[in-house]
């Protein structure tokens, strides 16, 4: 009953912007800590972007002030705004909500970078 629904993904060129939307039904989004996670084949997943349910934010060093986590509760919503694209930025980009033993995901959303 579960879903995470990214949405947003596609192909940019280098220095280009996405908006990624995670659309979270079957759960109350608020009580869940949110983040975005990307990843390539043959390499682990990883944190890209973290969003407490308070709305303190954390990010990764490598997409440190190009990107940017919110979450519109009301809305049952995560977005990941990514400006300044890398071709080192493209990934599946997948969407999690967890709270002590639960952990949901996405079935992630593809973001090609390239020129």
């Known amino acids: 009953q579960v879903q995470l629904v990214e949405s947003g993904g596609g192909l940019v060129q280098p220095g280009g912007s996405l908006r990624l939307s995670c659309a979270i039904s079957?759960?109350?989004?608020?009580?869940?800590?949110m983040g975005w996670y990307r990843q390539v084949p043959g390499k682990q997943r990883e944190l890209v972007a973290g969003?407490?349910?308070?709305?303190?934010?954390n990010y990764a060093e490598s997409v440190k002030g190009r990107f940017t986590i919110s979450r519109d509760n009301a809305k049952n919503t995560v977005y990941l705004q990514m400006n300044s694209l890398k071709p080192e930025d493209a990934a599946v980009y997948y969407c999690?909500?967890?709270?002590?033993?639960?952990?949901?995901w996405g079935q992630g959303t593809q973001v090609t970078v390239s020129s």
């Open positions: 999690n909500a967890q709270s002590g033993i639960f952990d949901y």
């Open positions: 969003i407490t349910r308070s709305g303190r934010t």
């Open positions: 079957g759960i109350v989004s608020s009580r869940y800590v």
